[in-house]
T-cell receptor
Framework: KAGVTQTPRYLIKTRGQQVTLSCSPI?????VSWYQQTPGQGLQFLFE???????NKGNFPGRFSGRQFSNSRSEMNVSTLELGDSALYLC????????????????FGPGTRLTVL | DQQVKQNSPSLSVQEGRISILNCDYT??????FLWYKKYPAEGPTFLIS?????DKNEDGRFTVFLNKSAKHLSLHIVPSQPGDSAVYFC?????????FGKGTMLLVSP
């Protein structure tokens, strides 16, 4: 089975711009979760999508949004970029059938490294 | 407010010895706990998990212990191998939240 893929792997943007990141889950998985990893805050949960609906949401401002398509691929969008948005953005896929976040085994992609200048 | 804490940023052990990684949590609503391993330039990889109804779960060389009264969990790796060198994250979930610790870097030397 192919793993979770994320594109692009690296991205450089300037403050005020917006960015869209893409995640393709493992075939058959219906849940995609997004995480932000920074040296200061560690790994933080952004949101989870299951069957095209946002099922769970972390504590991030509305500038961070996402969506999921019928083929389970997901995109994450960050608008009005700030310097503090520089981070590694990880997505993870799972079957999502257990319902509770994290109780299904999550498989992570390699991440997208976003740098905001 | 850090709800999941890994107080040791790093740990060094010799090959063949036991590695013990610790994690503390504050939220009593957490009922499922996980450990992930992360190599540089890769995403985290699930290692082992434990439900709050258990106090121990084993999978090969990896054992996770949960002490609910102390709100503490630990990951034991026996015997440690150089390939275990990585950053280890503990995580806790309360159904709709998933919170990670900041990680402990484990270095296993030959």
């Amino acid at each position: 089975k192919a793993g979770v893929t994320q594109t692009p792997r690296y991205l450089i943007k300037t403050r005020g711009q917006q960015v869209t990141l893409s995640c393709s889950p493992i075939s058959g998985h219906r849940s995609v979760s997004w995480y932000q990893q920074t040296p200061g805050q560690g790994l933080q949960f952004l949101f989870e999508y299951f069957s095209e609906t946002q099922r769970n949401k972390g504590n991030f401002p509305g500038r961070f949004s996402g969506r999921q398509f019928s083929n389970s691929r997901s995109e994450m969008n960050v608008s009005t970029l700030e310097l503090g948005d520089s981070a590694l953005y990880l997505c993870a896929s799972s079957s999502g059938l257990a319902g509770g976040l994290g109780t299904d085994t999550q498989y992570f992609g390699p991440g997208t490294r976003l740098t905001v200048l | 407010d850090q709800q999941v804490k890994q107080n040791s940023p790093s740990l060094s052990v010799q090959e063949g010895r036991i590695s013990i990684l610790n994690c503390d949590y504050t939220n009593s609503m957490f009922d499922y706990f996980l450990w992930y391993k992360k190599y540089p330039a890769e995403g985290p990889t699930f290692l082992i998990s434990i439900s709050s109804i258990k106090d121990k779960n084993e999978d090969g060389r990896f054992t996770v212990f949960l002490n609910k009264s102390a709100k503490h969990l630990s990951l034991h790796i026996v015997p440690s191998q150089p390939g275990d060198s990585a950053v280890y994250f503990c995580a806790a979930t309360g159904y709709s939240t998933l919170t990670f610790g900041k990680g402990t870097m484990l270095l296993v030397s030959p």
